[in-house]
């Protein structure tokens, strides 16, 4: 009966464009609560330093269901996951807007963590299967999923100036309702065909593999730290340190915007570079930006705070395709989901402990301006990495790139 009704959606492939747009709605979903959490608290009666902790869980699913979404592909199909992808954020963001009490709520965002955790073990491997050009094609997506995160606070922001938090929610949650029919529509016959186990998968990896793959765990989970912090705490930062600029909560949400959609262009560079250069020390140069900026945003206000933060997030962006080029460099096709998911899974669940973590810190008393100064410290965990990861010739690579 499955088989059925989940054939018509095997073997099919999509363009990169609506790959890349379910990369933008992914991470705009999940950052909804980050700037809605405020006026949510203020409606259940909880202060922000309490409410962001119930949005944990989501977070928590974001990256504990990936490996499963990727079982659930190579049973079924990559194009399904997808199809079921926006179904699920969808429900998920019109069930947060309908919450009558904060457990509502917290399992409403739970709800967007399940299907959110879809995107990328399914999503990325799509993406990766043609190994051409992937270096950048990773860049242009990355700048789609950041784009995302440049969207949340603005438009959440938006939106809160005309209603209320529950707006914020049920209007991209039917959003994603409509893009998923033209993301359905969109699926086409797959000329390469499913992908399929080899025999002996393991001997296609390349040479040096469990050494790539052990420091791009470290890199992964340190990133991911980083990652779920800048991207949930920069809006309210905005807020309380840059008052002598504006004390609008529409104004700071612009700034955070402004700041993580010129960030994500990064992506590209770093994407045009890993597709020439080694990906070891393009990723040793992002990890040192990494703990100089974020530092230094630390200790300023105001335009000199944006300025900061602004280069701060252009390398902890620029980051991310790097890893996911590495990965697809020493990981064949019939492998990568799988892989994928559990670098998203630690990834994620890693940003996942970001929101328990900040409220702890800021409950204990102390300023978001530790927070960013641990971040700095937890950057140097890259810079480990990249020092770990081995350099990788072009006859030992799974793809067609130029040579390292």
Not at 40 to 46: D, E, L
Not at 65 to 79: G, K, N, T, V
Not at 157 to 182: E, K, M, Q, S
Not at 190 to 203: E, F, L, N, Q, Y
Request: overall charge positive; proline content about 3%; charged content about 10%.
């Amino acid at each position: 009966m499955i088989d059925s009704l989940t054939r018509p959606f095997r073997a099919k492939s999509v363009d990169d464009i609506y790959i890349n747009i379910s990369h933008f709605l992914d991470h705009f979903i999940m950052l909804i609560f980050a700037k809605a959490a405020y006026d949510a608290g203020r409606h259940f009666g909880f202060s922000y330093d309490e409410i962001i902790v119930y949005g944990a869980v989501g977070f928590l699913l974001f990256g504990g269901m990936a490996p499963i979404a990727a079982q659930l592909a190579d049973r079924f199909s990559r194009s399904l996951l997808m199809v079921i992808f926006h179904f699920g954020i969808g429900l998920g963001a019109i069930l947060a807007g309908l919450s009558q009490n904060i457990y509502h709520l917290a399992a409403a965002i739970g709800v967007i963590g399940v299907f959110a955790a879809i995107y990328h073990p399914v999503g990325i491997a799509m993406l990766v299967k043609s190994n051409k050009k992937i270096g950048y094609r990773l860049g242009v997506n990355g700048v789609f999923g950041n784009m995302g995160v440049a969207a949340a606070p603005l438009i959440t922001g938006l939106l809160l100036t005309v209603g209320d938090w529950r707006i914020c929610f049920i209007l991209p949650g039917l959003f994603c309702f409509a893009y998923g029919v033209a993301f359905a529509k969109s699926l086409k016959i797959d000329k390469d065909g499913p992908a399929t186990p080899r025999i002996s998968a393991a001997d296609s990896f390349a040479p040096n593999w469990k050494r790539a793959l052990a420091a791009l765990a470290l890199s992964t989970a340190s990133g991911g730290f980083i990652f779920g912090a800048m991207t949930f705490v920069v809006p309210r930062y905005f807020e309380i340190s840059m008052t002598n600029i504006s004390t609008s909560v529409a104004i700071t949400g612009l700034l955070a915007s402004i700041v993580y959609a010129i960030a994500s262009f990064s992506q590209i560079a770093v994407g045009w570079l890993i597709d020439r250069y080694s990906a070891k020390n393009v990723l040793f140069v992002m990890a040192v930006g990494q703990v100089l900026f974020i530092y230094l945003a630390a200790q300023f206000n105001d335009l000199a705070l944006f300025v900061a933060m602004l280069l701060a997030m252009s390398f902890v962006f620029g980051q991310i395709p790097i890893t996911d080029a590495i990965l697809s460099r020493y990981v064949p096709d019939a492998w990568r989901g799988r892989v994928f998911s559990v670098k998203f899974l630690l990834n994620l669940s890693i940003g996942a402990s970001v929101l328990p973590v900040c409220g702890l810190i800021l409950q204990a008393g102390f300023t978001m301006t530790t927070l960013f100064s641990l971040m700095s410290v937890v950057a140097i965990l890259i810079v480990l990495a990249a020092i770990i990861l081995p350099q990788q010739q072009s006859d030992q690579r799974l793809d067609n790139a130029a040579a390292e």
